[in-house]
């Protein structure tokens, strides 16, 4: 069964840090970009970061570089998300997904995990 699974999320106060897990399941995550993508309440899905599997290029949006790190570790099957200097605007439910190139649009991504809930308030 494919599946894709996050976490890592929860309550933190602005500036502070959390690193999201993207653990697959039932398939390789070596031959595939992944994405992670967010949605606050009212909005819509927006990317926020993603890595190639051809030679791990990664790419940002504006609103998290700098302050993001995407990576992956094909050996454990899962690519990770670290954030810091965390934001109040960064609150949202973040998920990951596949695509075969690495992109910032939700519609080219294909299996997406179930998303981890972030929030960041003091």
């Known amino acids: 069964q494919v599946q894709l699974v996050e976490s890592g999320g929860g309550l933190v106060q602005p500036g502070g840090s959390l690193r999201l897990s993207c653990a697959a399941s039932g398939f390789t995550l070596d031959y595939y970009a992944i994405g992670w993508f967010r949605q606050a309440p009212g909005k819509e899905r927006e990317g926020v970061s993603c890595?190639?599997?051809?030679?791990?290029?990664?790419y940002y949006a504006d609103s998290v570089k700098g302050r993001f790190t995407i990576s992956r570790d094909n050996a454990k099957n899962t690519v990770y998300l670290q954030m810091n200097s965390l934001k109040p605007e960064d609150t949202a439910v973040y998920y990951c997904?596949?695509?075969?190139?690495?992109?910032?649009?939700?519609?080219?991504?294909?299996?997406w995990g179930q998303g981890t809930q972030v929030t960041v308030s003091s």
């Open positions: 890595i190639s599997s051809s030679d791990g290029s990664t």
């Open positions: 997904a596949t695509a075969f190139i690495a992109t910032m649009f939700p519609w080219e991504y294909d299996y």
